[in-house]
T-cell receptor, first 111, second 112 residues
Framework: GQQVMQIPQYQHVQEGEDFTTYCNSS?????IQWYKQRPGGHPVFLIQ?????EVKKQKRLTFQFGEAKKNSSLHITATQTTDVGTYFC???????????FGQGTTLQVKP | NAGVTQTPKFRVLKTGQSMTLLCAQD?????MYWYRQDPGMGLRLIHY???????AKGEVPDGYNVSRLKKQNFLLGLESAAPSQTSVYFC???????????FGQGTRLTVV
């Protein structure tokens, strides 16, 4: 079946260090979305990428969509304690109505 | 504007009991989804709907049924609850399949 894999599962960093999470799909995606879930909360939409090779930035966050539209990454520069949470990628396989989530990467930031 | 509302927020069931989780959205969204979240497993899609009167299976549909009789509501049913269905359930909706999904606050279900 269609799968979206995300690594790493956990990441502990010192405040100020960079952080990257990677997302890979077994099938071509029509788009990739990224969400953040704070502890005890619900997923909140961050961004969507649609075009092959697309790169978008939100302040310290950089999102990339691979050329083959099967992989994506989220990079956070100079992490802060407010970045703590679980980051999920979610993909919509072509020609389906499904929105499939990766397993998520939980980020801990030590002050 | 309430967004996506899930009821109940917490529930404890005995094995074999049935229940229905209600998801309501007031954004006139076409797409609605039910996910379960378990530690280390991320969000797994149970069922989804692309419009009123339509439903489709997701990744883990066994043991669950859904209905979308009204556009604003998406119901998730457990006919005979099992301990393996202990989880946090999230409902989400989106305007179209390729737009951002808005999530409810979640329902924490424990089956004993």
């Amino acid at each position: 079946g269609q799968q979206v894999m995300q690594i790493p599962q956990y990441q502990h960093v010192q405040e100020g260090e960079d952080f990257t999470t990677y997302c890979n799909s077994s099938t071509t995606l029509s788009n990739i979305q990224w969400y953040k879930q704070r502890p005890g909360g619900h997923p909140v939409f961050l961004i969507q990428l649609v075009k092959s090779g697309e790169v978008k930035k939100q302040k310290r966050l950089t999102f990339q969509f691979g050329e083959a539209k099967k992989n994506s990454s989220l990079h956070i520069t100079a992490t802060q304690t407010t970045d703590v949470g679980t980051y999920f990628c979610a993909g919509k396989p072509s020609n389906t109505g499904k929105l499939i989530f990766g397993q998520g990467t939980t980020l801990q930031v030590k002050p | 504007n309430a967004g996506v509302t899930q009821t109940p927020k917490f529930r404890v069931l005995k094995t074999g009991q049935s229940m229905t989780l209600l998801c309501a959205q007031d954004m006139n969204h076409e797409y609605m989804y039910w996910y379960r979240q378990d530690p280390g497993m991320g969000l797994r899609l149970i069922h989804y709907s692309v419009g009123e009167g339509t439903t489709a299976k997701g990744e883990v549909p066994d043991g669950y049924n859904v209905s979308r009789l009204k556009k604003q509501n998406f119901l998730l049913g457990l006919e005979s609850a099992a301990p393996s269905q202990t989880s946090v359930y999230f409902c989400a909706s989106s305007y179209q399949g390729a737009t951002e999904a808005f999530f409810g606050q979640g329902t924490r279900l424990t089956v004993v």
